[in-house]
């Protein structure tokens, strides 16, 4: 079966609308935070290229359908993550270029899924840019990826780009015991991630990620009520030692500070961190300004694990920083 998208209207009437207007775009870029279903919205837009009843919606009963679900449609590819950095290559890219000039197996297209783009480097960019711009008309390509900012303006332009949001909590509740899952694990699961079906799922399977929350709604109580051994405490768990952990955790702490701000500016938009109460009570306790700066300490850290400084030498660093913001 072609798996369900919840939520995500504009997402659906954008692909339907191309189908009854015939004007149908040949480059996609899906994107969106973790967890929320990009790599489902792309198997079901690659369905609905090639569903034999093109109406934009894949019908989930002809042989394309069919074989789209089952991952083994032979027009349907996903180029494969390879070398030092887990991503596609310009090697892959220039073979995909090559690849694409030649008919598909089965229907009347084929459709590339680039999936987890959000590494792919310029050079890999830059050997895809003349298909991306003009492919052969039987020709598709899907990339997804957490943002936009991962790809050079010249792809941007040349694709459409289709964001995949949160659902509603209803909808997310209904996914989530569709799963099997039970009320009391849902309903725990969507006090940190409501609307977000996939890290929901996560959370309640994966008790690394129970622990790195637990461990981010404490840092953020220290901040709160300006702990500082509290948090330095938090802080130096050996759960954080590892670069993974340290950077969800960070990850996590920055949407925290991120609401809060939100909340401080009377924004409208909606909350996506796992601790809204939180979020809530930090708006009495820290400026805009020291929110913002509170903010770039935190993506320096980042960024600094990311180049691979020791997290443990980081924490001690970035706790200080933050009680004095
Ligand atoms: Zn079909």
Request: aromatic content about 8%; some cysteine.
């Amino acid at each position: 079966m072609i798996e369900k998208i919840y939520g995500n209207a504009f997402f659906l009437e954008t692909i339907k609308g191309m189908f009854s207007s015939g004007r149908i775009a040949h480059s996609f870029l899906i994107y969106g935070e973790k967890g929320l279903g990009k790599k489902t919205a792309a198997d079901y837009l690659a369905a609905a290229l090639l569903c034999e009843k093109g109406s934009g919606v894949p019908c989930g009963e002809c042989r394309s359908c069919r074989n789209a679900a089952m991952h083994i449609h032979p027009d349907i590819i996903y180029p494969e993550h390879s070398g030092k950095l887990n991503t596609y290559t310009v090697e892959t890219c220039r073979k995909v270029c090559s690849d694409s000039y030649i008919a598909p197996n089965n229907g009347s297209a084929k459709v590339y899924v680039f999936a987890d783009a959000d590494n792919i480097q310029l050079p890999a960019q830059n050997a895809l840019l003349k298909i991306v711009e003009e492919p052969p008309s039987f020709v598709y390509f899907i990339f997804t990826a957490g943002s936009r900012d991962a790809f050079l303006p010249t792809i941007i332009s040349r694709v459409t780009s289709l964001g995949i949001s949160r659902c509603s909590t209803d909808e997310c509740a209904a996914a989530l015991a569709y799963k099997g899952y039970d009320s009391s694990q849902i309903s725990e699961a969507m006090d940190n991630f409501g609307g977000n079906i996939g890290m929901c799922a996560e959370y309640i399977e994966n008790a690394g990620l129970r622990t790195i929350a637990a461990l981010t709604k404490r840092a953020a109580d220290s901040i709160i009520i300006r702990d500082e051994y509290g948090l330095l405490t938090v802080m130096s768990s050996p759960e954080l030692k590892e670069r993974q952990s340290a950077l969800l955790f960070l990850e996590m702490l920055d949407r925290i500070i991120r609401d809060s701000l939100l909340l401080k500016l009377g924004g409208t938009g909606s909350l996506i961190s796992c601790y809204g109460k939180g979020a809530e009570r930090l708006t009495q306790r820290i400026s805009v300004r020291s929110a913002g700066k509170i903010h770039e300490f935190i993506n320096r850290a980042a960024a600094d694990i990311k180049a691979n400084v020791s997290p443990v030498l980081l924490m001690s660093a970035l706790c200080g920083e933050i009680m004095n913001s």
